[in-house]
Nanobody, 125 residues
Framework: QVQLEESGGGLVQAGDSLRLSCTASGRNFKPASMGWFRQTPGKAREIVAAIEWRGGDTYYVDSVKGRFTISRDKDKNMVFLQMTTLKPEDTAVYYC??????????????????WGRGTQVTVSS
């Protein structure tokens, strides 16, 4: 399976910015889409943003629209999440993974075998 490694998290104050990076190992990496997910203790993992690998179309959860930007570098097998105007509610462990959109259930489904260790983002007030 594809090995993923997330980085770029840290402890910041409300209003600050962070740039998360995700690197996929191997040369055979051609996902339909890549997504950023986040999770806090006691809550289910939720989709934050997704990007089509070929065309670059993007999706954002309502709570981050206008603040977060997802991008990718296909030559380097990397995905990025530029986060601005961070809020305490953004505090979570952030993960990247190949993902696809299921029209029947209107959900983004991630490849559970490709999760990295995640990177912690903590936003203080």
């Amino acid at each position: 399976q594809v090995q993923l490694e997330e980085s770029g998290g840290g402890l910041v104050q409300a209003g600050d910015s962070l740039r998360l990076s995700c690197t996929a190992s191997g040369r055979n990496f051609k996902p339909a889409s890549m997504g950023w997910f986040r999770q806090t203790p006691g809550k289910a993992r939720e989709i934050v943003a997704a990007i089509e690998w070929r065309g670059g179309d993007t999706y954002y959860v309502d709570s981050v629209k206008g603040r977060f930007t997802i991008s990718r570098d296909k030559d380097k097998n990397m995905v990025f999440l530029q986060m601005t105007t961070l809020k305490p509610e953004d505090t979570a462990v952030y993960y990247c993974a190949p993902t696809s959109y299921m029209l029947a259930t209107r959900q983004w489904v991630a490849d559970e075998n490709s999760w990295g260790r995640g990177t912690q983002v903590t936003v203080s007030s």
